[in-house]
């Protein structure tokens, strides 16, 4: 389906990035790359010079979005669809535009309190970075490098800004209750062929974090077995072992990054057609598994 935004990288502040490092190296699997010319350490998953960008910080959250404009026509359209909905970015300058290695930068600040960058040229490598321990590699193009997950006190507002402001189109959402009398939202949008790049959680409160997780997606089904094996072995939270969303089918399991948010590594998910005739409400998160994984007695 044609499209004119995917997802470019992430920018996550951490305070310990050296924690991170082998988090994402070592039991995600992502490619390390070069550090940006902000002297920030950068990550990969296909040929992009960057996807994840690590700043130093004591957040320990979401530090801003990359959205990459599939062309010139593209770029000056969201970012007049943002002007025109109330989000005017700023044009970024030389040394944004070279931190992030893109052609052209603009910037806004998203109503959950982090700027989203709207970016055209994000550069590119001949061939993808080598993923040793993700041997079939991820699923990336015309699609982006995955999905984000959002939790927000300002939902309404950041609907607004994913749909009037950013274009993106809802492909259903979930409405359930988790504990009694607590209930949770989650609006899932798309901007190409990827079920949803966004999706919005309705903060009942201020959370410590907006990032709730962040999906890289696997072309092989095994690489998430893996992948979770290697979260197993490292002895890392894992909130939702392996199971399969009802909404978009994906085969997944999460784990909790050092710095507290989640990584989802998933595989399997349908895409989107045009027209998109699933917009619907789910009752529940998954068809099954994902259920927290308890470590059981040694031996
Ligand atoms: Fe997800």
């Given at each position: 389906m044609s499209h004119s935004i995917e997802l470019g990288y992430i920018r996550i502040e951490v305070a310990d990035p050296a924690a991170l490092w082998a988090f994402l190296t070592d039991v995600v699997g992502l490619a390390p790359g070069e550090p940006t010319s902000a002297g920030e350490p950068t990550w990969s998953d296909d040929e992009a010079a960057q996807r994840v960008v690590i700043a130093v910080g004591p957040r320990n959250d979401l530090a801003a979005l990359g959205f990459e404009a599939v062309g010139e026509a593209a770029f000056a359209s969201t970012v007049a669809r943002l002007a025109a909905a109330g989000f005017t970015p700023t044009d970024g300058d030389e040394a944004l535009r070279r931190a992030r290695r893109v052609e052209r930068v603009a910037t806004v600040d998203a109503p959950w309190g982090t700027p989203v960058e709207v970016v055209l040229g994000l550069e590119r490598r001949p061939e993808p970075a080598p993923t040793p321990l993700v041997p079939g590699g991820f699923l990336t193009a015309d699609q982006g490098f995955g999905h984000v997950v959002v939790a927000t006190t300002a939902f309404d507002e950041s609907v607004r800004f994913a749909t009037d402001g950013l274009g993106m189109v809802q492909s259903d959402w979930l409405l359930t209750e988790i504990a009694e009398g607590i209930e949770l939202e989650v609006r899932f949008f798309h901007c190409n062929a990827r079920h949803h790049t966004l999706a919005l959680a309705r903060a009942p409160f201020e959370l410590p974090q907006a990032l709730h997780h962040v999906m890289f997606e696997t072309n092989e089904r095994d690489d998430v077995g893996h992948a979770f094996d290697r979260a197993f072995a490292a002895g890392l939270p894992i909130p939702n072992g392996l199971g399969?969303?009802?909404?978009?089918?994906?085969?997944?399991?999460?784990?909790?990054?050092?710095?507290?948010?989640?990584?989802?590594?998933?595989?399997?998910?349908?895409?989107?057609?045009?027209?998109?005739?699933?917009?619907?409400?789910?009752?529940?998160?998954?068809?099954?598994?994902?259920?927290?994984?308890?470590p059981g007695p040694a031996g």
């Open positions: 399969r969303h009802d909404n978009d089918r994906m085969f997944s399991f999460y784990v909790a990054s050092p710095a507290g948010f989640q990584v989802e590594v998933g595989h399997g998910a349908i895409q989107v057609a045009r027209p998109w005739t699933g917009d619907r409400r789910y009752e529940r998160i998954s068809a099954w598994g994902h259920q927290p994984v308890v």
